[in-house]
């Protein structure tokens, strides 16, 4: 019997199920042969002691006020890089160096437009449809127009759909916010940063020039660094549950959208 295992004893037999250490939180068992070996299954309503997979991504203790992604502390990476800095480090598992954090900036600037018929998505909504209803729809929509994203298994078309949806959702955002104001909706610009595109679509006008405070500019920037990602929160596992079934990363996210909007997650 191994000192890193735990032991069921259950009617007249005795199972050895081995410890999974972790680098940070608390280690498991790994159950997996319970079903066959027992005829039992476990019961864990709320998935409060479960783990349903291992992740290097992000570790968060909000007692300790503790978070990580892939091993970096957050303060350091809201002290000494931006959003997008941040984003790359979580879909590559490493910060960029100067040439691919330049690559990758170009290929999200590359794709902030939408098409001149997801416009049409937000003019047949309601002025007091709710935002996170137009959000969930649009994304869902954007699988239509790439039809080439169906595939999850092509590994060069899912890197073409999160650059897609990294790109597109705050132009999707401030065209919700338009909609609602009754105001004209305004197209990103190649020139600006991430932040900048978001804010000058959100609340410029047409009657007047915008000008971008550079101090909302980085709160902003560090906001989205601090929300980046939240572990296996409902949402994240909302598009993993969708995502298993081989659906498009367009539908899977329009789904975590969905679930983000209830009151006991993001209640947003």
Request: aromatic residues 10%; glycine residues 8%; proline residues 5%.
């Amino acid at each position: 019997m191994s000192d890193n295992s735990v032991v069921l004893r259950y009617q007249d037999g005795e199972y050895e199920y081995p410890v999974v250490e972790s680098t940070a939180g608390n280690a498991g068992f790994d159950i997996s042969k319970l079903l066959p070996q027992t005829g039992l299954v476990t019961l864990d309503n709320g998935f409060g002691n479960t783990a349903a997979y291992k992740s290097a991504i992000t570790f968060v203790d909000g007692d300790n006020g503790i978070l990580r992604y892939r091993g970096y502390p957050i303060e350091q990476l809201a002290s000494d890089g931006g959003f997008i800095e941040t984003a790359y480090l979580l879909i590559n598992g490493e910060l960029p160096n100067a040439d691919q954090l330049a690559e990758f900036n170009r290929e999200i600037t590359q794709h902030t437009l939408l098409h001149e018929d997801v416009k049409r998505f937000f003019q047949g909504f309601p002025r007091d449809a709710h935002p996170m209803a137009m959000l969930s729809s649009v994304v869902g929509a954007l699988s239509t127009f790439y039809p080439e994203s169906h595939n999850p298994f092509d590994a060069a078309q899912r890197h073409l759909s999160t650059v897609r949806l990294l790109a597109k959702l705050p132009t999707i955002a401030a065209y919700a916010y338009k909609k609602a104001m009754g105001q004209p909706f305004v197209y990103p610009r190649n020139d600006l940063s991430y932040v900048e595109n978001f804010l000058r679509m959100t609340f410029a006008v047409p009657a007047e020039d915008y000008e971008l405070n550079p101090v909302v500019v980085n709160a902003l920037d560090k906001l989205l660094i601090l929300h980046a990602d939240h572990e296996q929160n409902c949402s994240t596992s909302t598009v993993r549950l969708v995502g298993s079934s081989h659906a498009n990363l367009f539908a899977s996210i329009s789904a975590g959208i969905s679930a983000l909007w209830g009151p006991l997650h993001g209640g947003a």
